[in-house]
T-cell receptor, first 110, second 117 residues
Framework: SQELEQSPQSLIVQEGKNLTINCTSS?????LYWYKQKYGEGLIFLMM?????EEKSHEKITAKLDEKKQQSSLHITASQPSHAGIYLCGAPRGTYKYIFGTGTRLKVLA | EPEVTQTPSHQVTQMGQEVILRCVPISNHLYFYWYRQILGQKVEFLVS????????KSEIFDDQFSVERPDGSNFTLKIRSTKLEDSAMYFCASSPLAGEWSNQPQHFGDGTRLSIL
């Protein structure tokens, strides 16, 4: 079974629409990281959440961590074509290793 | 902003050959990592490296793989006798700190796309 499950797996939205991506962990979350990956490229760090109830924003992207539900959500307001890509949640497992979610592919139609 | 750099961006190699993937981590970072992503699949942890030794490795990281920090700036992943299933994107990452309570994320390079023929 997947330790970090993301939903939806893919998303197509019209430019200007809001959207939410979820990441659910099967184990206790000690922190949650969101990355964006453009197709065939590297992972760009978006934000890090460490405490239950924590919410962070960067430009039009907001992420929240619900420790009790072992879940994080990433919300994009007024989506733009530049938001397109693959969104990955990652979590530390032990001292050194990250595990990653299955990814959510976002396409924004102009 | 400092970044992790990886070379080459794309490597094509015949099956059975050895490859070396190179990474220059961010200069004040102490922890270094390699991950791989087979096309269409998840990013998977391979190995972490700290204080000139492997600190953790996954079951994927078998005897075929080795890592080295040959000097103060480079961090390399060597794959001996490559197989078709080694074809993947390989990402290097670095962080100043590590641990579940660390408030420092891992920073990733753009990856090396390895194609085994």
């Amino acid at each position: 079974s997947q330790e970090l499950e993301q939903s939806p797996q893919s998303l197509i939205v019209q430019e200007g629409k809001n959207l939410t991506i979820n990441c659910t962990s099967s184990k206790t979350l000690y922190g949650l990281y969101w990355y964006k990956q453009k197709y065939g490229e590297g992972l760009i760090f978006l934000m890090m959440l460490q405490k239950g109830g924590e919410e962070k924003s960067h430009e039009k992207i907001t992420a929240k961590l619900d420790e009790k539900k072992q879940q994080s959500s990433l919300h994009i307001t007024a989506s733009q074509p530049s938001h397109a890509g693959i969104y990955l949640c990652g979590a530390p497992r032990g001292t050194y290793k990250y595990i990653f979610g299955t990814g959510t592919r976002l396409k924004v139609l102009a | 902003e400092p970044e992790v750099t990886q070379t080459p961006s794309h490597q094509v190699t015949q099956m059975g050959q050895e490859v070396i993937l190179r990474c220059v981590p961010i200069s004040n970072h102490l922890y270094f990592y390699w991950y791989r992503q087979i096309l269409g699949q998840k990013v998977e942890f391979l190995v972490s490296f700290y204080n000139n030794e492997i600190s953790e490795k996954s079951e994927i990281f078998d005897d075929q793989f080795s890592v080295e920090r040959p000097d103060g700036s480079n961090f390399t992943l060597k794959i001996r006798s490559t197989k078709l299933e080694d074809s993947a994107m390989y990402f290097c990452a670095s962080s100043p700190l590590a641990g579940e309570w660390s408030n420092q994320p891992q920073h990733f390079g753009d990856g090396t796309r390895l194609s085994i023929l």
